[in-house]
């Protein structure tokens, strides 16, 4: 009997992932398209948006230094998607979680074994608060949290735009950084001489964090109970404003850490103005392209990942900007977003009503 | 005037839908409407009037049968090719947009312009010309969400008229309506037969059919059973086709005599507008017994049920289970007291779609060691509960993983009742138990809920249903207007019609009788 729910849950997967793919190839046409006219180049141009990531380690590495960000930003996501939150405020918290760990790693406690630990640890209570505020905002006031969870993404970008140039440059310095941090305060690299670090298992461990708690615990089971029907969840007596609340802090939490991984990695071992380059809304992105299923989010990001790589690249290398990703990236969420707020019941509807009609149109044609 | 030697205006023959899940909905359902009558179709909940009306309306397509309109066969592909056709359909939901006033309403869609302007001036006057003709009296201009329902309705019917509708198909109308809206409704059904028009009117209420229509169709159990010509039908005789037995079917119950469980005292609700809903309403339910809560939906009953439950605040008065008031408690505190809760709509309410059925088992529970211990779930256990249940229930399903969403409408409440009543409550409320529930699912839950009460639980049953109420209910409280208006003990000389009358504020009790059956 349960073979039939597995058979399903196979077909499931493969018509999502060749939803996926189906957009990705469709984005990449469209992309070739507009390289075509916009470059005097073009299949060159072409060769290094697909091609460029794998040539060189150093671009191997860079592409999945980016892959374990994009990862834990579309961990961040996932988990408030999933209780039905649509907190937009993993920006906010990566400043802050990045402010946070700043500040260890320019403290004394910086010079000393305790520098990543702490440092990751403050980051990630940072960000737990970030995410906190709009949640309790909702709950006790009612405020939207796709508003308030936004607005606090400008507090804390400006915020840390303060600091940085009030409190943390060293003095009579006019660059917009921090100074490095000390060699204690940055992640070990993985392999040498690429900038993959141990990020990428904090990403992975992420990654199965996420899964275990959606999945496993009787939290993340009332979640989810919670983003499939709210009223029903009251109904059977869940603390629905716990859930909303806890949600966004546990998502808070995963993007203070990617803060973390951003000033104390192997690219940055400092604190910069502007240093995420919007990856954390990208992470959006991975979110939606993996259908908020935390397994499926490096997947999404292995890929997505590839093609930011290839974009920056092609940036450096040809003529043509790298905001072609941003064409790419919306045609991908135009294609998979189109399909994506259909609820179940009328998804099973609209498949099982697709054989029909096929059959009437042949007799009206006969 | 003889319709033999002519075809009928709208005919379907051998129409058979099976709907995703297996629910056979219509079985090779035949019927023929003539021109200039009021057909009224009838049958029990889950009969498959409704979805025969939405194949004539283009909403849901056949498996196989045909349509015929005039002797001629068509196709409806969507609700649009049934408007062309002249068809037009009132939903029990309206389809208005309640922030326009009544005439925008009616012409939405095919407004008259002058250039590529809306001529309102026009639109006006049309829907007025419409209304008068037809004594679907409503101010035009008056925004819609500030007409009483029975307006709305007529706004409804006057939007399909005013496009061009011969034939009306009329979904439950008088389910929603007051006495006296049922009797305007009525009169202007009489107007538009007298002008050409013909009437499909789906119903319950038997009086109310004999009534108006001219010629009935019943089904039962996704078949036509048979076609009667209204002056030849009986009620009693109606009741019996629809049922299918000469017996209205009584559940065997043992004799109760518990202690007071649930006491309500004194209650007042409002709802989200602050208009009081339920006026110092008194009642108790013991221990071993059935107490009905009959009444015309919106009367205050579903509120009362949404407050014991815990889902709705309370104004004035007390609510105790077994003496101790529950007011200060939350949903789940309540569920901790033995409390357990059927609601009205299981896919709004009872269920959560995009979760398996093995979730959906234990949502209530999640604070139970069996199934989560320190946080974590018991995945195991709960397979082996869903399991469980599934085998008890006979619930029709892939496996405990499949989910909620691909069940039917039958299977999903037995999955609601399943977890509900998973351990025996003290305190058991329900709500419209089968209401859009096929026959077979239905006895089987009218069967539980006897067992449920048999073994000592305090039963709140709340339904439309009327021969639901008196098959299943030991005592019967009657709503009007948020207030008990009558009490019945139930016995084989209660009729619905008594209660009927009640429920529409005709007939009313002494104080000395309704307090006999009160306590």
């Given at each position: 009997m349960s073979e039939a729910a597995t058979t399903r849950r196979w077909a499931v997967l493969r018509r999502e992932t060749g939803r996926a793919l189906g957009a990705a190839i469709i984005a990449l046409a469209v992309a070739f398209l507009i390289i075509l006219f916009s470059s005097k180049t073009p299949l060159q141009a072409f060769a290094t948006l697909t091609?460029?990531?794998?040539?060189?380690v150093r671009t191997v590495g860079l592409w999945i230094d980016d892959v374990a960000k994009l990862t834990v930003a579309g961990l961040a996501y996932s988990l408030v998607f999933q209780a039905r939150q649509f907190a937009l405020g993993v920006q906010g918290q990566v400043y802050v979680g990045a402010l946070a760990a700043s500040y260890i790693a320019l403290s004394?406690?910086?010079?000393?074994?305790?520098a990543i630990p702490l440092g990751i640890v403050c980051a990630m209570a940072g960000g737990a608060l970030w995410g906190f505020l709009p949640g309790i905002a909702k709950a006790?006031?009612?405020?939207n949290e796709i508003v308030s969870s936004l607005m606090l993404n400008y507090v804390a970008i400006e915020l840390a735009n303060y600091l940085i140039r009030v409190?943390?440059?060293?003095?009579?310095?006019?660059?917009l950084s921090t100074a490095p941090f000390p060699s204690t305060a940055v992640f070990p690299a993985l392999?040498?001489?690429?900038?993959?670090?141990i990020g990428l298992i904090f990403a992975l461990t992420s990654v199965v964090a996420v899964w275990f708690a959606l999945y496993r615990t009787s939290w993340g089971l009332k979640l989810r109970l919670v983003g499939h029907n709210s009223r029903f969840a009251q109904y059977a007596g869940i603390k629905e404003a716990f859930i909303i609340v806890s949600a966004m802090a546990a998502s808070g939490a995963l993007g203070g850490l990617l803060g973390a991984m951003f000033v104390e990695g192997r690219s940055f071992g400092k604190l910069a103005v502007s240093f995420e380059g919007n990856l954390a809304f990208e992470g959006l992105l991975i979110a939606i392209v993996a259908r908020n299923r935390p397994l499926a989010v490096p997947v999404a990001a292995l890929f997505y990942g590839y093609l930011r790589q290839g974009a920056q690249l092609m940036s450096i290398r040809t003529d043509?900007?790298?905001?072609?990703i941003v064409i790419v990236t919306a045609v991908i969420i135009l294609l998979v977003a189109s399909?994506?707020?259909?609820?179940p019941r009328a998804m099973l509807a609209a498949i099982t009503r697709s054989s029909r009609p096929a059959r009437t149109h042949v007799e009206a044609v006969k | 005037m003889t319709t033999e030697n002519m075809a009928p205006l709208l005919q379907a023959i051998g129409i058979s839908k099976t709907y995703?899940?297996?629910?056979?909905?219509?079985?090779n359902v035949n019927i023929a409407v003539n021109a200039g009558e009021v057909h009224a179709v009838v049958g029990e909940n889950g009969a498959g009037k409704s979805t025969l009306m939405k194949i004539l309306f283009g909403v849901e397509q056949a498996d196989s049968g045909e349509l015929r309109l005039v002797g001629e066969q068509v196709r409806f592909g969507s609700p649009r090719a049934a408007i062309n056709a002249g068809i037009g359909m009132v939903f029990q939901h309206f389809s208005l947009?309640?922030?326009?006033s009544a005439y925008e309403n009616i012409v939405l869609g095919s407004e008259p312009r002058s250039g590529i302007r809306f001529d309102r001036r026009k639109a006006i006057e049309e829907v007025r010309a419409l209304s008068a003709r037809f004594r679907l009296?409503?101010?035009?201009?008056?925004?819609?969400?500030?007409?009483?329902v029975g307006q709305q309705q007529r706004v409804e019917i006057l939007k399909a008229l005013y496009r061009g509708g011969r034939i009306l198909i009329l979904d439950e109308?008088?389910?929603?309506?007051?006495p006296q809206e049922v009797t305007e409704l009525f009169s202007a059904i009489r107007a538009l037969v007298a002008q050409g028009r013909t009437v499909i009117f789906i119903a319950h209420k038997l009086p109310e059919v004999l009534e108006i229509s001219s010629r009935i169709t019943v089904m039962r159990g996704g078949k036509t059973i048979g076609e009667i010509e209204t002056k030849d039908a009986t009620e009693q005789k109606l009741a019996n086709m629809m049922v299918g037995r000469e017996v209205t079917l009584r559940v065997e119950r043992k004799p109760y005599n518990g202690k007071v469980t649930l006491a309500v005292n004194r209650l007042s609700l409002m709802n989200e507008l602050r208009?009081?809903?339920?006026?110092?309403v008194s009642l108790t339910v013991r221990s071993g017994e059935i107490v009905g809560l009959a009444g015309?939906?919106?009367?205050?009953q579903a509120e009362l049920i949404e407050a014991i439950a815990g889902l709705r605040s309370v104004a004035g008065g007390d609510i105790a289970i077994g003496g101790e008031?529950?007011?200060?408690?939350?949903v789940r505190a309540r569920r901790g007291k033995g409390m357990a809760s059927i609601p009205e709509d299981r896919i709004s309410q009872g269920?959560?779609?995009?979760?398996s059925v093995a979730e959906n088992l234990v949502a209530t529970r999640l604070d139970d060691r069996l199934f989560a211990r320190g946080g974590l779930l018991d995945l195991g256990e709960m397979r082996a509960n869903a399991e469980r249940l599934i085998e008890r229930f006979s619930i029709r399903i892939d496996?405990?993983?499949?989910?909620?969403?691909?069940?039917s409408g039958g299977n999903m409440q037995k999955v609601v009742v399943a977890r509900e009543l998973s351990e025996q409550p003290r305190l058991l409320l329900v709500s419209?138990?089968?209401?859009?529930?096929d026959l077979g699912s239905t006895q089987f839950i009218w069967r539980i809920l006897t067992e449920t009460r048999n073994a000592g639980a305090a039963v709140l049953l709340s339904s439309a249903d009327l021969s639901e109420l008196l098959a299943l209910s030991d005592r019967l409280m009657v709503f009007y207007r948020g207030r008990i208006v009558a009490a019945f003990r139930n016995?084989?000389?209660?009729?619905t019609e008594m209660l009927g009358a009640c429920m529409l504020g005709l007939s009313r009790q002494s104080p000395e009788e309704m307090r006999a059956a009160l306590a």
């Open positions: 091609t460029a990531p794998i040539t060189k004394p406690l910086g010079q000393t074994w305790c006790r006031l009612g405020a409190d943390l440059t060293t003095p009579n310095s006019r660059l392999i040498p001489n690429t900038r993959i670090d043509v900007p790298s905001e072609i399909s994506y707020s259909v609820k | 995703p899940g297996g629910v056979v909905a219509n079985d947009v309640p922030s326009f009296h409503v101010d035009p201009l008056q925004p819609v969400r500030q007409l009483p109308p008088t389910a929603v309506l007051t208009a009081t809903v339920c006026d110092d015309v939906a919106g009367n205050g008031s529950i007011l200060p408690l939350g269920l959560a779609l995009g979760a496996g405990p993983n499949a989910l909620a969403a691909t069940l419209q138990p089968t209401r859009g529930v016995s084989d000389e209660l009729t």
